[in-house]
């Protein structure tokens, strides 16, 4: 991949970030037989203790699943641990609505996976170790690019230089190469920190994942195989801050009285972390030479656990849109090419940026009839039959049009139409 006249690296796509939606791109692509190019600050972590969970966990959808299937990584992963939901609990605090999905009820083994992150990205890094057509350069980071008209230069921090027929931002919510290449970001802070741990509760949580939406935000519970819960408790800042300055002994009664003694008491708990949320979306995905992927181009509430789910689904159409113009014989990063990336992804983003953003404001409305209202409606979509059926195939990825790494083929019984 070295041009040696001119010394500098020479590659199909550099992806800046490997992170799980960097490398996940990074792998599709290097499926593909292009020449890859990923440039990462920091290894991934490779040893832990086997009784350890992550603070930071991610619900993967059965899009996403397949789409890591697809990959190779799933197997791996699950060797690692990776933890089924099969129903979700999700109640009003205020007043008596509920609405409880179930994978039986439209005939899947469950509605998804609870996942360390490290667990996604390790299996990834190494899945990417086999490709002879890609390269990782870590540790390292992009300092300088130029974007032309179907392609970019870059600078890495080591000094070396390459040239890409198109540049990927997948680094995270910060990304750099994104504000490198002049693009904003319209959104605004949610008010809100979440605070993650892992929890031991007194009952059994029968891989149910759960969810009480309290005026000042939701708290999840969600299951790890061994029955303890990953929690993600969102809150206002100031009484994150309080919830943080607690001892163990009163976080826990804290938890247990939030979480409404719904897995009894919650006896123990590991290291707290907390993270501000922010709604983000990226004004322009794409540029010629540029594509943004992840998010880099967009943060959504993780009440939804929709996230990484998104970033996924970014690199699968990625993959197939830049697929389809090898095909075609056309540039990788032209305009034209890219813009067909965009169309495909900002609609799909801004409708769940939009929905979760409404259930945000909803949930946190103290407003009586508006609570009477939601509860109600909550009451009516749990007893509606093919809307619940919808609800639940929408959020596991499995309505509409899915990108070709997203699909199993061929299909097989059991696999809900993905
Ligand atoms: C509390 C919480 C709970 C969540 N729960 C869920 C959930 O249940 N389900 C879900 O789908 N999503 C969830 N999310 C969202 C999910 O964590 C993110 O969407 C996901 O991590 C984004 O992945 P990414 O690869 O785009 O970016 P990141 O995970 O941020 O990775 C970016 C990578 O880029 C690297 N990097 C950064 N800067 C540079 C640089 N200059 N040069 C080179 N490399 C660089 C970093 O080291 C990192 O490896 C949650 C988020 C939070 C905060």
């Given at each position: 991949?070295?041009?040696?006249?001119?010394?500098?690296?020479?590659?199909?796509?550099?992806?800046?970030?490997?992170?799980?939606?960097?490398?996940?791109?990074?792998?599709?692509?290097?499926?593909?037989?292009?020449?890859?190019?990923?440039?990462?600050?920091?290894?991934?972590?490779?040893?832990?203790?086997?009784?350890?969970?992550?603070?930071?966990?991610?619900?993967?959808?059965?899009?996403?699943?397949?789409?890591?299937?697809?990959?190779?990584?799933?197997?791996?992963?699950?060797?690692?641990?990776?933890?089924?939901?099969?129903?979700?609990?999700?109640?009003?605090?205020?007043?008596?609505?509920?609405?409880?999905?179930?994978?039986?009820?439209?005939?899947?083994?469950?509605?998804?996976?609870?996942?360390?992150?490290?667990?996604?990205?390790?299996?990834?890094?190494?899945?990417?170790?086999?490709?002879?057509?890609?390269?990782?350069?870590?540790?390292?980071?992009?300092?300088?690019?130029?974007?032309?008209?179907?392609?970019?230069?870059?600078?890495?921090?080591?000094?070396?230089?390459?040239?890409?027929?198109?540049?990927?931002?997948?680094?995270?919510?910060?990304?750099?190469?994104?504000?490198?290449?002049?693009?904003?970001?319209?959104?605004?802070?949610?008010d809100q920190h979440a605070i993650v741990a892992t929890v031991w509760p007194e009952f059994n949580h029968e891989s149910v994942a759960r969810q009480r939406f309290m005026p000042a935000g939701p708290l999840a519970l969600l299951p790890i195989d061994d029955g303890?819960?990953?929690?993600?408790?969102?809150?206002?800042?100031?009484?994150?801050?309080?919830?943080?300055?607690?001892?163990?002994?009163?976080?826990?009664?804290?938890?247990?009285?939030?979480?409404?003694?719904?897995?009894?008491?919650?006896?123990?708990?590991?290291?707290?972390g907390v993270f501000p949320l922010r709604l983000r979306n990226a004004d322009r995905y794409v540029k010629a030479g540029l594509a943004l992927v992840g998010d880099a181009a967009h943060g959504v509430h993780p009440l939804a656990g929709q996230g990484v789910n998104?970033?996924?689904?970014?690199?699968?159409?990625?993959?197939?849109?830049?697929?389809?113009?090898?095909?075609?014989?056309?540039?990788?990063?032209?305009?034209?090419?890219?813009?067909?990336?965009?169309?495909?992804?900002?609609?799909?983003?801004?409708?769940?940026?939009?929905?979760?953003?409404?259930?945000?404001?909803?949930?946190?409305?103290?407003?009586?009839?508006?609570?009477?209202?939601?509860?109600?409606?909550?009451?009516?979509?749990?007893?509606?039959?093919?809307?619940?059926?919808?609800?639940?195939?929408?959020?596991?990825?499995?309505?509409?049009?899915?990108?070709?790494?997203?699909?199993?083929?061929?299909?097989?019984?059991?696999?809900?139409?993905?």
């Amino acid at each position: 991949m070295t041009d040696p006249r001119r010394g500098e690296l020479v590659c199909d796509v550099a992806i800046s970030g490997g992170g799980m939606v960097g490398c996940a791109l990074g792998c599709a692509l290097a499926q593909q037989g292009l020449r890859v190019a990923l440039i990462e600050q920091k290894e991934p972590q490779r040893d832990w203790p086997a009784e350890e969970v992550d603070l930071r966990v991610s619900a993967l959808s059965r899009a996403s699943q397949v789409m890591l299937e697809n990959l190779g990584v799933w197997e791996a992963m699950g060797r690692m641990r990776v933890s089924p939901y099969r129903r979700m609990q999700v109640w009003d605090a205020v007043g008596k609505g509920s609405i409880e999905f179930d994978a039986s009820e439209i005939g899947e083994p469950d509605l998804g996976h609870i996942v360390e992150n490290r667990v996604t990205r390790l299996a990834l890094w190494d899945r990417l170790g086999e490709f002879d057509n890609l390269v990782s350069l870590c540790p390292d980071r992009v300092v300088q690019i130029s974007l032309e008209q179907d392609g970019a230069r870059l600078e890495l921090m080591s000094g070396r230089n390459l040239r890409a027929g198109l540049l990927v931002g997948a680094e995270g919510a910060l990304s750099p190469v994104r504000d490198m290449a002049g693009i904003t970001s319209s959104g605004w802070d949610y008010d809100q920190h979440a605070i993650v741990a892992t929890v031991w509760p007194e009952f059994n949580h029968e891989s149910v994942a759960r969810q009480r939406f309290m005026p000042a935000g939701p708290l999840a519970l969600l299951p790890i195989d061994d029955g303890r819960c990953s929690i993600v408790w969102s809150t206002s800042p100031d009484e994150a801050d309080r919830l943080m300055g607690l001892d163990d002994e009163r976080f826990l009664q804290e938890l247990t009285a939030a979480s409404e003694n719904v897995l009894g008491q919650i006896t123990r708990t590991g290291p707290r972390g907390v993270f501000p949320l922010r709604l983000r979306n990226a004004d322009r995905y794409v540029k010629a030479g540029l594509a943004l992927v992840g998010d880099a181009a967009h943060g959504v509430h993780p009440l939804a656990g929709q996230g990484v789910n998104l970033g996924f689904m970014d690199a699968a159409v990625l993959a197939d849109v830049i697929a389809e113009a090898g095909r075609a014989g056309r540039s990788l990063g032209s305009l034209g090419t890219l813009r067909r990336y965009e169309r495909a992804r900002k609609g799909a983003t801004i409708g769940m940026l939009g929905t979760m953003d409404m259930f945000k404001r909803l949930f946190s409305n103290r407003n009586l009839p508006l609570i009477k209202l939601r509860n109600l409606g909550l009451g009516l979509v749990d007893n509606s039959g093919p809307l619940k059926y919808t609800i639940i195939r929408r959020a596991m990825g499995m309505a509409g049009e899915r990108p070709t790494l997203a699909r199993r083929i061929p299909w097989q019984p059991g696999d809900g139409g993905l």
